[in-house]
């Protein structure tokens, strides 16, 4: 299992937060979708951010892995 954890950002500000443990990000997306309601989040496992929903409540964002 991965630990995750969920923002929630109003005017910039983290308003809330949620950790939880799912088995992918696939698992995590799934659970952040029942969350979001529209708000601005962003999605991360560890230091690695792996979703960020923007002010556009459909707009989603997933950043490219660096390079190796």
């Given at each position: 299992?991965?630990?995750?954890?969920?923002?929630?950002?109003?005017?910039?500000?983290?308003?809330?937060?949620?950790?939880?443990?799912a088995v992918d990000d696939g698992m995590a997306i799934a659970?952040l979708e029942t969350r979001r309601r529209g708000r601005l989040?962003?999605?991360?496992?560890?230091?690695?951010?792996?979703?960020?929903?923007?002010?556009?409540?459909?707009?989603?964002?997933?950043?490219?892995?660096?390079?190796?």
């Amino acid at each position: 299992m991965n630990k995750y954890r969920l923002y929630f950002i109003e005017r910039g500000h983290i308003t809330a937060a949620d950790a939880f443990e799912a088995v992918d990000d696939g698992m995590a997306i799934a659970y952040l979708e029942t969350r979001r309601r529209g708000r601005l989040a962003e999605l991360w496992c560890r230091e690695r951010i792996v979703r960020r929903y923007t002010q556009d409540a459909d707009a989603a964002t997933t950043p490219e892995s660096p390079s190796r």
